[in-house]
């Protein structure tokens, strides 16, 4: 079956420093890929839509200039949460579609636990 | 505006009890929904979608356009089936629901 990876899958840092995240999809191609971040007892909230090759688009309230997204080839897009702080803690995961065969399943990511300190 | 709602955060049912879990939607065009699964401490994974029809698990969706819903359904609960249910549905992205934790007693 299809599998997305992340790594790291937990990461603790201190405020101002910026953390990269990296999904990958390890056995299928994909153009698109989202990331979603999800807070304590709620829900999966889409962050963005990463496209290769083209910028990113941003969900409403997320603010591109932090949550910097690169889509650099069919099996990897990166989030790099910038000068993170404390209110930055939270999971964050990813998926991707496939580009041929089940394109209506999303896959995803065991997801990315970030801790500001 | 697309919306999903799930309004139980909490479901708990004895094993072999019927189970019902609740999802209303808003959506102005032709809706696909999903339903996904995390079991405790696992990654989330698409337990079925209305397009296929399909039972998975023993799990039933039935998309019923009139009242906007897409209820999850199973007729015999078991211990294993306790985990987090998300509803989701699917335009450009996915938007989820608050997600329902189902917790089956034995």
């Known amino acids: 079956g299809a599998v997305v990876s992340q790594h790291p899958s937990r990461v603790i840092c201190k405020s101002g420093t910026s953390v990269k995240i990296e999904c990958r999809s390890l056995d299928f191609q994909a153009t698109t890929m989202f990331w979603y971040r999800q807070f304590p007892k709620q829900s999966l909230m889409l962050m963005a839509t990463?496209?290769?090759?083209?910028?990113?688009?941003?969900e409403q309230g997320v603010e591109k200039d932090k949550f910097l997204i690169n889509h650099a080839s069919l099996t990897l897009s990166t989030l790099t949460v910038t000068s993170a702080h404390p209110e930055d803690s939270s999971f964050y995961i990813c998926?991707?579609?496939?580009?041929?065969?089940?394109?209506?399943?999303?896959?995803f990511g065991p997801g990315t636990r970030l801790t500001v300190l | 505006a697309q919306r999903v709602t799930q309004p139980e955060k909490l479901l708990s049912v004895f094993k072999g009890a019927p189970v019902e879990l609740k999802c209303n939607y808003s959506y102005s065009g032709s809706p696909e929904l999903f339903w996904y699964v995390q079991y405790s401490r696992q990654r989330l994974q698409l337990l079925l979608r209305h397009i296929s029809r399909e039972s998975i698990k023993g799990f039933t969706a039935d998309l019923n356009k009139g009242e906007t819903s897409f209820h999850l359904k199973k007729p015999f609960a078991q211990e294993e089936d306790s985990a987090m249910y998300y509803c989701?549905?699917?335009?450009?992205?996915?938007?989820f629901g608050a997600g329902t934790r189902l917790t089956v007693k034995p």
């Open positions: 998926s991707a579609s496939p580009i041929s065969g089940d394109r209506d399943t999303q896959y």
């Open positions: 989701a549905l699917k335009n450009n992205d996915m938007r």
């Open positions: 990463s496209n290769e090759g083209s910028k990113a688009t941003y």
